[in-house]
């Protein structure tokens, strides 16, 4: 077995009075220009190394399955026979980047019956971090999954934090992209705090989104531009690669193996319990002893909760050997290879790009390998 069935409650009695404590804070207002003081970044027109990118350099290829509803993720209290259920699943391409916000409005949405045990469903960065949330609120939490890190989706995220690729534009309520808005900002400075501390994996990296035509002006960055700090916009000519348009700005890169194990470890260390088992319905989740759960299955909630509104949009990274010289990532379509992005992991450089909507498909596509490989090469050439 890669795992426990039954972690131990570990002894740490939790002081908070019970849920009447999880409330919705404000996101703390800081100062981005003194966060990035003390950051390790290069202004955005420092030159760049040029990737490494070969066949030989490719570490490993993996493949995920992005839980995308096209209404947008699904944040919703509801009850399920006697018990009370949050659902909290839903989030695309950009789970990662908002667990913090939604875990916050998740648990904000509990109701304790009078019962400090609460059930969490699921055990990626959604669950761990709504799972921490509701220990803080002084709950006990016992989290449900058929598997953990590091055999999460979650794990096979960039992970780069920019909450994107959340919705269909024309599907999304205006009460979604205020939940997102609102939970981008509480997300974004929760895991500003642990940026450069090497035992959660997080650190600022210098980003570039790149395009053979001006930049959309549309769409605002989800959460307000003061997330995005340094941001650069609509940018024309001398950007990377030779690209004639370009934004720019500094965001954290998030490396899921070291942080849900950080994650992992912070929610045992407070007593939290992890169970595996496999829900293959609603009733399986009925049968739970707790009253009160929260459901951060990702795309399993489709099956359990019979949702037909969430499909999976799969991915596939490869992973370069790392480079010390590489700080900076980018995405961009580009003629002949397509969308590609790449994110520089201290742990290595991983290359990016697929996007396949309603593809259940978790075998490696190696053409997509090759596209990748060579598609950043190209770009490596014209650094
Ligand atoms: C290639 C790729 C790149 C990505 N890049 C980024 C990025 O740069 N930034 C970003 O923010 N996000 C990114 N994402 C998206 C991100 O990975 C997801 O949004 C996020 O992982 C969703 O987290 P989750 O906890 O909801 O789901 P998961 O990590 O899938 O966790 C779901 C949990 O539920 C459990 N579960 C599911 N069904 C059942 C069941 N029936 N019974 C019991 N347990 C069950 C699973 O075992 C697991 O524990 C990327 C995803 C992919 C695939």
Same mark, same amino acid.
């Not at 890190?149 to 979604?176: C, H, I, K």
């Not at 490396?255 to 009733?283: H, K, W």
């Given at each position: 077995m890669r795992r426990r069935d039954v972690l131990l409650r570990g002894g740490? =009695? #939790?002081? #908070? /009075?019970? #849920? =009447?404590?999880c409330t919705t804070s404000p996101a703390p207002q800081q100062t981005i220009p003194s966060m990035l003081q003390s950051a390790p970044v290069l202004p955005l027109d420092a030159p760049m190394a040029p990737i490494r990118s070969s066949f030989d350099r490719v570490t490993r290829t993996i493949v995920g399955l992005r839980p995308f509803r096209k209404p947008g993720p699904r944040l919703e209290a509801v009850k399920l026979g006697n018990k009370h259920v949050v659902h909290n699943y839903g989030h695309g391409g950009g789970g990662v980047s908002l667990s913090w916000g939604v875990a916050e409005l998740a648990a904000a949405m509990v109701k304790p019956h009078g019962q400090r045990d609460i059930a969490v469903l699921g055990c990626g960065a959604i669950g761990l971090s709504t799972a921490l949330e509701l220990q803080r609120a002084g709950a006990n939490v016992t989290i449900y999954a058929a598997e953990f890190p590091p055999y999460t989706t979650s794990n096979v995220a960039g992970a780069m934090w920019n909450p994107v690729s959340l919705f269909e534009r024309d599907q999304v309520s205006p009460e979604t992209l205020d939940m997102l808005h609102q939970a981008s900002r509480i997300a974004f400075y929760r895991f500003v705090r642990y940026a450069n501390d090497p035992r959660y994996g997080v650190y600022w990296i210098r980003q570039y989104s790149l395009s053979r035509r001006p930049m959309s002006t549309l769409y605002p960055y989800m959460g307000g531009d003061? @997330?995005?700090?340094?941001l650069v916009r609509?940018? +024309? /000519?001398? /950007?990377?690669?030779? +690209?004639?348009h370009w934004d720019g700005y500094y965001t954290l890169m998030i490396d899921p193996d070291i942080y849900l194990r950080a994650l992992v470890n912070d929610f045992r260390g407070a007593g939290g319990q992890m169970v595996e088992r496999t829900f293959e319905s609603q009733d399986d989740v009925a049968r739970?002893?707790?009253a009160s759960i929260v459901n951060? @299955? /990702? #795309?399993?909630a489709g099956k359990v909760f019979e949702d037909e509104e969430i499909i999976p949009a799969r991915g596939q990274l490869s992973v370069l050997l790392p480079q010390s010289d590489i700080d900076y990532g980018y995405v961009g379509r580009f003629a002949d290879h397509g969308l590609l992005y790449s994110f520089p992991r201290k742990t290595g450089i991983l290359l990016g790009g697929s996007v396949g909507k309603g593809d259940w498909n978790l075998e490696v596509d190696q053409s997509e390998v090759e596209r990748m490989v060579n598609g950043h090469a190209m770009l490596a050439a014209r650094v």
């Amino acid at each position: 077995m890669r795992r426990r069935d039954v972690l131990l409650r570990g002894g740490a =009695a #939790l002081s #908070l /009075g019970g #849920l =009447a404590n999880c409330t919705t804070s404000p996101a703390p207002q800081q100062t981005i220009p003194s966060m990035l003081q003390s950051a390790p970044v290069l202004p955005l027109d420092a030159p760049m190394a040029p990737i490494r990118s070969s066949f030989d350099r490719v570490t490993r290829t993996i493949v995920g399955l992005r839980p995308f509803r096209k209404p947008g993720p699904r944040l919703e209290a509801v009850k399920l026979g006697n018990k009370h259920v949050v659902h909290n699943y839903g989030h695309g391409g950009g789970g990662v980047s908002l667990s913090w916000g939604v875990a916050e409005l998740a648990a904000a949405m509990v109701k304790p019956h009078g019962q400090r045990d609460i059930a969490v469903l699921g055990c990626g960065a959604i669950g761990l971090s709504t799972a921490l949330e509701l220990q803080r609120a002084g709950a006990n939490v016992t989290i449900y999954a058929a598997e953990f890190p590091p055999y999460t989706t979650s794990n096979v995220a960039g992970a780069m934090w920019n909450p994107v690729s959340l919705f269909e534009r024309d599907q999304v309520s205006p009460e979604t992209l205020d939940m997102l808005h609102q939970a981008s900002r509480i997300a974004f400075y929760r895991f500003v705090r642990y940026a450069n501390d090497p035992r959660y994996g997080v650190y600022w990296i210098r980003q570039y989104s790149l395009s053979r035509r001006p930049m959309s002006t549309l769409y605002p960055y989800m959460g307000g531009d003061d @997330l995005y700090p340094g941001l650069v916009r609509n940018r +024309s /000519g001398g /950007g990377p690669f030779g +690209s004639p348009h370009w934004d720019g700005y500094y965001t954290l890169m998030i490396d899921p193996d070291i942080y849900l194990r950080a994650l992992v470890n912070d929610f045992r260390g407070a007593g939290g319990q992890m169970v595996e088992r496999t829900f293959e319905s609603q009733d399986d989740v009925a049968r739970l002893t707790e009253a009160s759960i929260v459901n951060c @299955l /990702g #795309l399993g909630a489709g099956k359990v909760f019979e949702d037909e509104e969430i499909i999976p949009a799969r991915g596939q990274l490869s992973v370069l050997l790392p480079q010390s010289d590489i700080d900076y990532g980018y995405v961009g379509r580009f003629a002949d290879h397509g969308l590609l992005y790449s994110f520089p992991r201290k742990t290595g450089i991983l290359l990016g790009g697929s996007v396949g909507k309603g593809d259940w498909n978790l075998e490696v596509d190696q053409s997509e390998v090759e596209r990748m490989v060579n598609g950043h090469a190209m770009l490596a050439a014209r650094v």
